[in-house]
C-alpha cells in the first residue's frame, strides 16, 4: 500500500541532475512531494493533479503519469541546498488528509 | 504568516508514563494531521482531524488518541508509554481535506522513552 520510491539514495555532483522515482501499486488521485532536511520538519514542494495539473513553488518539476501510477520529481542543475530525503505521498482517497508516505530517497549533493 | 508550531519541541519520558503534545495550525488551516517518524518505519498517519471531528485513523493502538479544538489547534495524546513510542511526532496543517490541499508540517516533538 505504500508508495515505493527509487532510487533509495542518490550522490551527486552540483549542477547535476537527478530524477526520483515514485510508484504506486493502487490508483494515485494526486502525488505530493517533500523534502526534509536533517533534523528538520518536512517542506511541501508540490502537488501532482490527475490531467497534468501541479501545484509548487520550488525550481523542481514534476511528472505524473495516472496510467503507471507514476510520479517523478526531475532535480536538474542540482544545488548544495538540494540536499535531504525526498518523500512523496498520496492520498487513498479522493477526500482525506491522510498521506500515505513512501520510504524516502536521500539525496546529498557535494560541492 | 506564522507556521505551524509544536509545543514541547523535547520530551523525555520513561515507560508506563502518558505525555500530550501540542500543535497550532497555520491561521486559517482548519485540518491537522500527525504523523510519526522514527529511522525503521519512516513517516506514519496517525489521525486527522477537521472540524473538531477525527476524520481518519491510522494503524495504531488506542493508547494513541488526539483531539481538535474549536480554534482547530489539535492535541495528541499517548498513554502507557512504550520504548517503541520513541520518535518524532510531527503534526501538518491545511486549509481543508482532499488531494489538493498542500500540507505544511511542524517542527515535530522529539519524543523519548527510557
Known amino acids: 500500500q505504500q508508495p515505493v520510491q527509487s532510487p533509495q539514495a542518490v550522490i551527486l555532483r552540483e549542477g547535476e541532475d537527478a530524477v526520483i522515482n515514485c510508484s504506486s501499486s493502487?490508483?494515485?488521485?494526486?502525488v505530493h512531494w517533500y523534502r526534509q532536511k536533517h533534523g528538520e520538519a518536512p517542506v511541501f514542494l508540490m502537488i501532482?493533479?490527475?490531467?497534468?495539473e501541479q501545484k509548487g513553488h520550488e525550481k523542481i518539476s514534476a511528472s505524473f503519469n495516472e496510467k503507471k501510477q507514476q510520479s517523478s520529481l526531475y532535480l536538474t542543475a542540482s544545488q548544495l541546498s538540494y540536499s535531504g530525503t525526498y518523500f512523496c505521498?498520496?492520498?487513498?482517497?479522493?477526500?482525506?488528509?491522510?498521506?500515505?508516505f513512501g520510504q524516502g530517497t536521500t539525496l546529498q549533493v557535494k560541492p | 504568516k506564522a507556521g505551524v508550531t509544536q509545543t514541547p519541541r523535547y520530551l523525555i519520558k520513561t515507560r508506563g508514563q502518558q505525555v500530550t503534545l501540542s500543535c497550532s495550525p497555520i491561521?486559517?488551516?482548519?485540518?491537522v494531521s500527525w504523523y510519526q517518524q522514527t529511522p525503521g518505519q519512516g513517516l506514519q498517519f496517525l489521525f486527522e482531524?477537521?472540524?473538531?471531528?477525527q476524520r481518519n485513523k491510522g494503524n495504531f493502538p488506542g493508547r494513541f488518541s488526539g483531539r481538535q479544538f474549536s480554534n482547530s489547534r489539535s492535541e495528541m495524546n499517548v498513554s502507557t508509554l512504550e520504548l517503541g513510542d520513541s520518535a518524532l511526532y510531527l503534526c501538518?496543517?491545511?486549509w481543508g481535506r482532499g488531494i489538493y490541499n498542500e500540507q505544511f508540517f511542524g517542527p515535530g516533538t522529539r519524543l523519548t522513552v527510557l
Open positions: 493502487k490508483a494515485l488521485y494526486s
Open positions: 505521498g498520496a492520498p487513498l482517497s479522493g477526500n482525506t488528509g491522510k498521506l500515505i
Open positions: 501532482l493533479l490527475k490531467g497534468g
Open positions: 482531524y477537521f472540524s473538531e471531528t
Open positions: 501538518a496543517s491545511s
Open positions: 491561521s486559517g488551516h482548519r485540518s
